[in-house]
């Protein structure tokens, strides 16, 4: 049973520190996308300004190895939620927007994906993520694959007050990126003086930099990874009074691997198992289950046991 919550801070609001000035956006191309057209654009942009109304989107045609680490940070995020015990929220490449002061937009960001920890307390309902009006994503991931974002959208999610900003350079090597930029993960958390480099995670407690980048490479999931996400969820679940089988499709196939050890323990006594025995168990615990069908005389037994201990 999931423990409440105290109740969630209130978003962000907008900070006014220095923006670059003009941001750059190497990779990309500038592209004309007037105030009217921006409200029905549905393609895929880096950054649009009012100002000048221009967009910047990438120049290299989207690959496997640009796409493939937002999609997999997904799919990593919903594993650490079931062994939490809570659902995490992943929202794609969403508009992240700016309003000037009579409520126009001003400014969009689209990032590789960005992730709610607590997404039934803060995901925002509307269209866009509005800073300075919706919760900020707890992590932002940017893929820098045959791009550069520290030259110019790192400054923004920065003045904007994101809190943490991961900048994965993928194993793969594009080539347009310069040979002297490794691959691995950035952690940019922000502090008092802005972002500062971070060895692990604050929104997801112990994920490392170097565990991050080798999950987000790697060409299935391993048992290394596997490990790590079970940590990482566990930390959250510990923090927030939940545990896996609080996660309902966790928990079904949890009770379904159970009735199937129990079925092939009484089949090996030789005992017939009853008729409709799943919608017969209620309640009981999996190690009920199992010690019942170690123990019991036969089919009636068995379900007479269950019931005692439900």
């Given at each position: 049973m999931a423990l409440p919550r105290p109740a969630s801070p209130a978003a962000a609001p907008l900070r006014r520190t220095t923006e670059p000035a003009p941001p750059e956006f190497p990779g990309c191309r500038a592209v004309r996308i007037t105030r009217d057209a921006i409200a029905d654009f549905e393609g895929r942009i880096e950054y649009w300004d009012a100002a000048t109304e221009t967009a910047w989107m990438v120049c290299e045609p989207t690959t496997v190895y640009h796409e493939g680490p937002g999609q997999r940070l997904a799919h990593l995020a919903a594993l650490i939620a079931a062994g939490r015990g809570s659902p995490i929220t992943t929202l794609g490449t969403s508009d992240l927007l700016v309003r000037d002061a009579r409520g126009e937009r001003q400014r969009i960001m689209q990032a590789d994906q960005i992730v709610y920890v607590h997404p039934v307390e803060t995901v925002p309902r509307g269209a866009a993520v509005e800073v300075g009006a919706d919760h900020l994503p707890d992590v932002v991931l940017e893929v820098d694959y045959s791009t550069d974002v520290r030259r110019g959208k790192l400054g923004l999610y920065e003045a904007w007050g994101f809190p943490e900003v991961w900048v994965e350079v993928p194993d793969a090597a594009s080539p347009s990126r310069s040979r002297r930029?490794?691959?691995?993960?950035?952690?940019?958390?922000?502090?008092?003086?802005?972002y500062r480099p971070a060895a692990a995670s604050a929104a997801f407690p112990g994920w490392t930099a170097a565990e991050i980048h080798a999950a987000l490479n790697?060409?299935?999931?391993?048992?290394?990874?596997?490990?790590?996400l079970t940590r990482v969820g566990r930390?959250?679940?510990?923090?927030?009074?939940?545990?896996?089988?609080?996660?309902p499709w966790l928990r079904g196939q949890r009770r379904e691997a159970t009735l199937r050890a129990v079925t092939q323990v009484l089949r090996t006594r030789g005992i017939?198992?009853?008729?409709?025995?799943?919608?017969r168990l209620g309640n009981a615990a999996p190690s009920d289950l199992v010690d019942a069908a170690l123990a019991c005389r036969n089919g009636a037994d068995f379900l007479a046991r269950v019931t005692r201990n439900g």
């Open positions: 930029r490794p691959s691995g993960v950035t952690i940019h958390r922000l502090g008092h003086g802005g790697e060409p299935r999931l391993s048992e290394a990874t596997s490990a790590v930390a959250l679940g510990d923090a927030e009074g939940t545990v896996p089988d609080d996660d017939a198992v009853p008729q409709g025995l799943a919608a």
